[in-house]
């Protein structure tokens, strides 16, 4: 393994580190840091049938409304790990675990909403670093009331 090979690695975990940042701070608009312009988001395992994002934009909109403050989702804390990337030039593949709890809120005060699951997403290097160009989103287990939604 070349150590160009172990840099890019290190810098796709941090695109991962940087995700759960964004997303537990809540700071949606950085997503252009984690994705490219051009993104898609395969969600329909997780959250059923046509959920998928068709580009970067439509993502961000999609955490606002989920995890915002209009939503039932207040709190969160996001953790991956198990990091399996395959790189192939300016292209990679990663496969990346993750376990994150949601503090309910609106609708469901004080429920807590927790997921396992995986991030399988093709990225790309872009001039600005490593970007997802594609994920698809599974979900292994759930347990609690799923709070992940805009308010009624």
């Known amino acids: 393994m070349s150590?160009?090979?172990?840099?890019?690695?290190?810098?796709?975990?941090?695109?991962y580190i940087r995700y759960c940042e964004i997303v537990d701070g809540k700071t949606f608009d950085d997503l252009h840091e984690v994705f490219a312009a051009d993104a898609?988001?395969?969600?329909?395992?997780a959250?059923?049938?046509?959920?998928?994002?068709?580009?970067?934009?439509?993502?961000?909109?999609s955490m606002h409304a989920n995890l915002g403050?209009?939503?039932n989702c207040g709190a969160t804390h996001h953790n991956?790990?198990?990091?399996?990337?395959?790189?192939?030039?300016?292209?990679?593949?990663?496969?990346?675990?993750?376990?994150?709890?949601?503090?309910?809120?609106?609708?469901f005060p004080g429920a807590l909403y927790s997921m396992w699951g995986q991030y399988d997403d093709?990225?790309?290097?872009?001039?600005?670093?490593w970007r997802v160009k594609a994920r698809?989103?599974?979900?292994a287990l759930s347990q609690g009331p799923v709070v992940t939604s805009a308010r009624t």
């Open 136 to 139: 698809v989103y599974t979900c």
């Open 69 to 71: 403050p209009n939503s």
């Open 80 to 107: 991956v790990g198990n990091f399996r990337i395959a790189i192939d030039g300016d292209s990679a593949r990663a496969k990346v675990h993750y376990y994150a709890v949601h503090l309910g809120q609106g609708d």
């Open 122 to 129: 093709v990225l790309v290097r872009t001039s600005d670093g």
């Open 47 to 61: 959250l059923g049938p046509g959920v998928i994002s068709p580009d970067r934009a439509s993502l961000i909109a």
């Open 40 to 45: 898609t988001g395969d969600y329909t395992q």
């Open 3 to 15: 150590l160009q090979m172990l840099l890019d690695e290190r810098a796709i975990q941090q695109v």
